[in-house]
């Protein structure tokens, strides 16, 4: 299994401009978590899906913040417009819903700068 | 609210030797589940072990143990003969129910110092 694949690794873009971040879960992982981890707040849940349905926002920032899960591969994370204060690591993990013990699979991170 | 707190923010041992760190969790559940994950400075996050709260008997993974004191609602993770790649970031996390979401506690850097 190739794992959780998150794009870019590594995104600099200056302030006012549009980030998108990108996530392939594991192949019948059905359960999505996209966090943001910074030296100040740690590693903070943004939101999370099951089967592709948006469960939890409430960890959400703002309303520049918007995440989407099209289908059962693929998410993204959207930043608009961006701000210095979102210079963070994004990870995005996947699961399996209902087996409480199924660990979290993160992805390798984006390492986001922001101008 | 679900919470989990880890009250050393860093600390070292001495390769070969044991270090125990710590970590309390806030439920009101009977039934959850606790983790402890590793981020060494790759930043990747790596599942080091997991734990059952239904379960009495305390998990443990080649060098890796925990103590699971589940009045207390304790969840300490022991690493024996530290080596150096056990150098890291160690998040203790919780999941309420199986159909809940993941909580992480602020994380304690660890140092195994040769």
């Known amino acids: 299994d190739a794992g959780v694949i998150q794009s870019p690794r590594h995104e600099v873009t200056e302030m006012g401009q549009e980030v998108t971040l990108r996530c392939k879960p594991i192949s019948g992982h059905d359960y999505l978590f996209w966090y943001r981890q910074t030296m100040m707040r740690g590693l903070e849940l943004l939101i999370y899906?099951?089967?592709?349905?948006?469960i939890d926002d409430s960890g959400m920032p703002e309303d520049r913040f918007s995440a989407k899960m099209p289908n059962a591969s693929f998410s993204t994370l959207k930043i608009q417009p961006s701000e210095p204060r979102d210079s963070a690591v994004y990870f995005c993990a996947s699961s399996l819903w209902g087996f409480g013990s199924s660990p979290l699979h993160f992805g390798n991170g984006t390492r986001l700068t922001v101008t | 609210a679900q919470t989990v707190t880890q009250s050393q923010p860093e600390m070292s041992v001495q390769e070969a030797e044991t270090v125990t760190l710590s970590c309390t969790y806030d439920t009101s559940e009977n039934n959850y589940y606790l983790f402890w994950y590793k981020q060494p400075p790759s930043r990747q996050m790596i599942l080091v072990i997991r734990?059952?709260?239904?379960?009495?008997q305390n998990a443990t993974e080649n060098r890796f143990s925990v103590n699971f004191q589940k009045a207390a609602k304790s969840f300490s993770l022991k690493i024996s003969d530290s080596q150096l790649g056990d150098t890291a970031m160690y998040f203790c996390?919780?999941?309420?129910?199986?159909?809940?979401?993941?909580?992480f506690g602020p994380g304690t850097s660890l140092s195994v110092i040769p």
């Open positions: 734990q059952e709260a239904y379960k009495q």
């Open positions: 899906f099951n089967n592709n349905v948006p």
């Open positions: 996390a919780s999941r309420k129910t199986s159909y809940d979401k993941v909580i």
